[in-house]
């Protein structure tokens, strides 16, 4: 039996979150107002241009479009100086032996990421090569909690949304997960991720027999 595997890659694959977390905190503060980490919460799976408008949300700043541009550009360069810094290390725990497991057992393996960033970061930490396709920021024209970035997924691996399986660490990716009919797997706290249909806190809770089940159709 093949299934479909989609990967969140923010927060699931590696946390770059800390580093769209200083980022954004550093451009609030050279506007002149504060950003706290659990602010930065409300930005995970969240497009960058969405984010900026958050942050200025937050600050109560208004701001016209070619500010805001110039904002985008100096935010993402920052936010690239921290990801040149990434390697191999930053994986997070269990990730590795997932994919290793799926590819093993020839399921579909697909990233599905609102981040335009998601090809080279894949590089630096060595897993692009895991992936049978990328979708990522770059090829949706809606974001998360819109299914769009899955249900291209599923579309790209030619397999049914309800045979796809998606994990995801945020809000509004679960969302979009099940709005795309495919089962959700959060990863995080079950107090936040509460409409997944399965919660973990990280892949080391996630079992070889649970990933054998879903591939079996039996969860
Ligand atoms: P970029 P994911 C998302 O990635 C992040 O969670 C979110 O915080 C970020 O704003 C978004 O990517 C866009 O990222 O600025 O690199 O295009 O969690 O969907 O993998
Ligand atoms: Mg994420």
């Excluded at 927060?11 to 770059?16: E, F, K, R």
């Excluded at 479009?65 to 269990?94: C, F, H, P, R, V």
Aim: hydrophobic share 40%; with cysteine.
């Amino acid at each position: 039996m093949k299934k479909g595997f989609i990967f969140d890659l923010d927060g699931v694959i590696v946390d770059t979150a800390k580093y769209h977390y200083l980022a954004w905190k550093n451009l609030a503060n050279s506007l002149g107002f504060e950003f706290t980490e659990e602010q930065n919460e409300l930005f995970k799976g969240v497009s960058r241009v969405r984010s900026l408008d958050i942050l200025l949300e937050l600050g109560n700043y208004t701001a016209g479009q070619e500010q805001k541009d110039g904002w985008l550009i100096q935010k993402n360069e920052e936010y690239l100086t921290y990801i040149e810094g990434m390697d191999a290390s930053e994986i997070l725990s269990d990730v590795p032996r997932v994919l290793d497991f799926l590819l093993e057992k020839q399921q579909g393996v697909v990233l599905g990421s609102a981040s335009k960033n998601a090809r080279p970061i894949l590089k630096r930490v060595d897993l692009f090569d895991k992936f049978h396709d990328i979708v990522d920021g770059n090829d949706v024209t809606a974001a998360k909690p819109d299914p769009e970035v899955f249900l291209i997924g599923a579309e790209k691996l030619q397999i049914d949304p309800e045979n796809c399986i998606v994990f995801e660490d945020s809000i509004a990716g679960v969302k979009a997960a099940n709005a795309a009919g495919m089962i959700s797997i959060g990863i995080g706290k079950k107090e936040v991720l509460h409409e997944a249909n399965y919660v973990f806190l990280d892949f080391t809770e996630i079992s070889t027999s649970f990933l054998e089940q879903l591939i079996a159709g039996e969860k």
